[in-house]
């Protein structure tokens, strides 16, 4: 390891130049610049080439049948993908701040800055609308080339030496086993395989004293790609900068000041980055907790040995950080290279060691996932290992192993194939890629590393590819084989079937929604989780990591439904909340491939509540019935008292609240048993059924089976209509629980009153709607009925972000309205409101990148100043 050298920083060597060697000329330097963009292109088209072999061998999409759009793939990223197209195209219902055919209105920078700032996703407007699919490859294809290409000159700096055998190892890294199962199916995060090497960069400049402005300018990049896996490369980096600092023959006042560049970078590129930082930070404070969903990082350490052997796939989460077979020979061979000085050799070895326990340690494992254990796949950061274990492998190549080297690291490799074949992650592609793959590269390196001539170290370095190219791509298809989601269950279309072409068709493009109705899909899941940015219209459903807990909590107590602890909204089903979210026209799917769309009058976006409309109107306090017609401003319910009246017995809780429920069991003959209750209601009136907790099923004697599948805190069942009350008055219904000791609420029934709803919607469109309603990207803005008094109320829920004002007054954060935005009119009543939506969080990160500007212009102007000021004093006296 080259040592810290103390002269002024323009004049400092690079890592690992050897001094002895004869200063190059400036042919020279082109020659080895051209070499070194040739190899790191190498590197770019080998990994891109291997994964999409091994995907075409096996014929995933795009090359074949077997999909790659299964969950959050399909749920979210293609679905925000597709929104972007939109967004560029200029044809989205809002713009980066806000998002109004989600959700029913949220906001939408935090997505943007979390799922759609790899550069790679911009390239969305290029391709079809249709084509969300194709992008999400591209997005995750091209980044493996970059992070390919950057580690082949990261490398480099690390230790000179071939540019193609770096490009080797850069392909194993690119294509890493937490790169081929995990980051090509979230195509934000395979921008961390590029940030890593990127933010090295930075660090060697930091090291050396050179290009501070462009270091600062990569770690900016890098996190403002993805802050998410920027932070774990910032981590890693820091990390083996450390190593480099104790491992440098320097005293300790220039690794000081090592550390003060190193820190002066980052903190710069962070300022830069500072929105992206900070309007995440701020939407992921204010959204659902997760905490709940939390799961294990235990493994068992033959598991973690086994996940080296590259193609392997774990059925339970383990770290995936195979990183190529060349990889893993060379790291296991490190201990035996006797050219690597022993403290470098010691200090590599404890690197990759102290790293790969961390994430297996609860508390370690937190800090590389930002203090919180994630919902989902809990090793996100294996591909930190992979990259070090990459650069830990050149340092062994670099200086050229002899042959007891090699032979040291084949026997381990051979003793980790005979501990861990048993294990569950170890296939047979990964056993044929350890065995031939391995002996391979074994018999390549003894022979290149004995001393050829340039025509044999060209032959055998051409093998060495060939065979990294085949053993990195069989490892593809063996996880594609593996991994293919057929073999779990029947393959879903693509995301824009038929089905949802007809229902974007359907929804069509109308600019007047605000005023005449929102555009809905209904209950239901027609492509996606997301079904509102794929398909198009202003509707309920919305998977985002950024649901904010008033969006979540206001709209189930309004009866909505939610999933994933309120991070996957419903949309509405019951016709009181789609009048008080203004929903005028609702989908369904009809037969294979139709679709019905089904139009009825609907508030505008923009009411007026009286003062003192927003009472209970005689349901029980705190119920769903009261909250809707507080909202609505007017009496549309009966609920009714409910009495057990057979099947498994029901019991009234003591304190009155509801009934406890036993799981229905059939005994033996087959029969099913359900739980029976009454009640009394107007003839002709709709019951409707209100248990966000149940998880059962519930019935009634003219109505279909309707499924709750209640789980709290996760899953809040949505309100659901049982169906019409007989002319005598008496409606029954039956409950079928799926567990014991659920409770049913005593307020569960209500019945809605048809023609008091439709007067109100009457009253609310004519004497109590705006007169005109306009939507800008964040921003709503209505002309209200003359003489309005009391609270204008805005049908999208009261998150943070909003302002509004009256009348042109001071802007203030509207109230919550029962949960939505409502605009208190004053004394004397306005006849104008205006909201406009801010992200929280914005305005603090762009007063960050101002003052990360004004250090990176510092940064570069103050070196040239100072030379002119020296300049100046040194100039003779005339």
Known sequence: ???????????????????????????????????????????????????????????????????????????????????????????????????????????????????LTNPFSWLAGLFGRDQGELVVYVVSLFSMGLAASLMTVYLGRLRPGSPWLRALLATGYAVCGWGVVEGTVVPMWTWGLVALPLMGLAGEWALTGRRPVLGSLAVAVCWFGNFYTAAMATIATALVLLLRLALAGTDWRTRGRVLVRAALTTGTGLLLAAPAVLVCGMANAQSQPTDRFVVSVDTEPLTYLAMLIPGTLPKYPAPNVFAGILTLLLVLALPFQSKVPARERAGWSALLLLTAVSFVITPTAKLWQGMTLPHGAPFRESFVLSGLMAMAAWIC?????????????????????????????????????????????????????????????????????????????????????????????????????????????????????????????????????????????????????????????????????????????????????????????????????????????????????????????????????????????????????????????AERTADGSGFRLRKARDGGTGAEQWTSFTARCAPGTRAFLHAPSLNGVARSEKGPKQGFLGDPPVVSAAMKELGPVPADGRFSFSVRAAKDGQVLPAAALGCLDGAALDARIAELRSTAGAVSVRTGGHSVTAELPAGATGTAVVGATAAPGWSCSADGGPSRAPVSYQGLMGVPLGPSGASRISCTYTPPGLHAGLAGTALGSALLCGTFLWPRARRRLAARSSAPAA
């Open 1 to 115: 390891m080259n040592s810290v050298s103390t002269k002024p920083a323009g004049k400092l060597r690079a890592a690992g130049r050897d001094p002895a060697l004869s200063e190059p000329t400036a042919a020279d330097g082109r020659a080895r610049t051209r070499r070194e963009a040739a190899a790191a292109l190498t590197a770019a088209f080998l990994a891109m080439a291997a994964y999409c072999t091994g995907l075409a061998a096996h014929g995933t999409y795009p090359f074949g049948p077997a999909p790659r759009a299964v969950n959050d793939l399909r749920h979210q990223y293609v679905p925000f993908h597709t929104y972007l197209w939109d967004l560029q195209h200029g044809t989205a219902e809002g713009d980066l701040f806000f998002n109004w055919q989600s959700g029913y209105g949220v906001g939408f920078l935090g997505d943007f800055l979390t799922y």
């Open 397 to 649: 190549l670099a200086r050229m192993p002899r042959v007891r080297a090699l032979a040291g690291g084949a026997g381990l490799l051979a003793v980790l194939v005979l501990l861990t074949h048993g294990q569950q992650p170890v296939n047979d592609y990964a056993l044929t890629v350890a065995l031939l793959g391995g002996a391979a590269v074994t018999v390549l390196l003894v022979v290149y590393v004995r001393g050829l001539r340039r025509p044999g170290r060209i032959a055998v370095v051409g093998l060495l590819t060939a065979t990294v190219f085949a053993s990195t791509a069989y490892a593809v298809y063996g996880i594609a084989v593996l991994h293919d989601p057929r073999d779990r269950g029947p393959a879903r279309a693509g995301t824009m079937t038929e089905l949802g072409t007809n229902a974007r068709r359907a929804l069509g493009g109308r600019s007047d929604w605000a005023e005449t109705g929102r555009a809905d899909h209904g209950p239901g899941v027609f492509v996606t989780n997301n079904d509102a940015m794929l398909l198009g219209g202003q509707g309920g459903s919305y998977y985002s990591s950024y649901v904010t807990v008033e969006t979540a909590t206001a709209l189930r107590d309004l009866g909505l439904g939610y999933r994933m602890g309120g991070r996957h909204l419903q949309p509405a089903q019951n016709p009181v909340l789609q009048a008080l979210l203004s929903i005028g026209t609702v989908l369904e799917p009809v037969g294979r491939d139709g679709v019905k769309a089904t139009t009825r009058p609907a508030p505008p976006l923009v009411t007026v509540r009286a003062p003192g409309s927003d009472g209970a109107y005689g349901a029980p306090a705190g119920s769903v019935w009261a909250r809707q017609q507080a909202a609505l401003g007017a009496r549309v319910y009966t609920v009714p008292e409910l009495a057990p009246t057979g099947g498994p017995a």
